[in-house]
Nanobody, 123 residues
């Protein structure tokens, strides 16, 4: 099983930026994604990236967040700009072994998850 470790969360004022990182070890990684979960809400898919680097974003973060990856280092980043209080959540990294493109039903159910990193945006 692939092990994932997220880092980079913290407290930032609205309008600020944070960069999250996810480091993978212990196995092959295909597509990857970032999710977030705010208190009392369901886990939300924020952005995903194929092994070849093609990305998709939730409408709520388009134009503000950028997902990227480094296959040699087996890492994935999420650059978050123009942060809003509604971005406050625990952010999770998900790594898919079964598919080079991110298929939510397959990857979220069978992939590996990190422990999460807290992002808090103050108004």
């Amino acid at each position: 099983q692939v092990r994932l470790v997220e880092s980079g969360g913290g407290l930032v004022q609205a309008g600020g930026s944070l960069r999250l990182s996810c480091a993978a070890s212990g196995g092959f990684v295909n597509a990857m994604a970032w999710y977030r979960q705010a208190p009392g809400k369901q886990r939300e898919l924020v952005a995903s990236i194929t092994r070849d680097g093609y990305s998709n974003y939730a409408d709520s973060v388009k134009g503000r967040f950028t997902i990227s990856r480094d296959n040699a280092k087996i890492t994935m980043d999420l650059q978050m700009n123009s942060l809003k209080p509604e971005d406050t959540a625990v952010y999770y990294c998900n790594a898919c072994q079964r598919s080079a493109i991110y298929i939510r039903g397959i990857c979220s159910a069978s992939g590996s998850w990190g422990q999460g990193t807290q992002v808090t945006v103050s108004s």
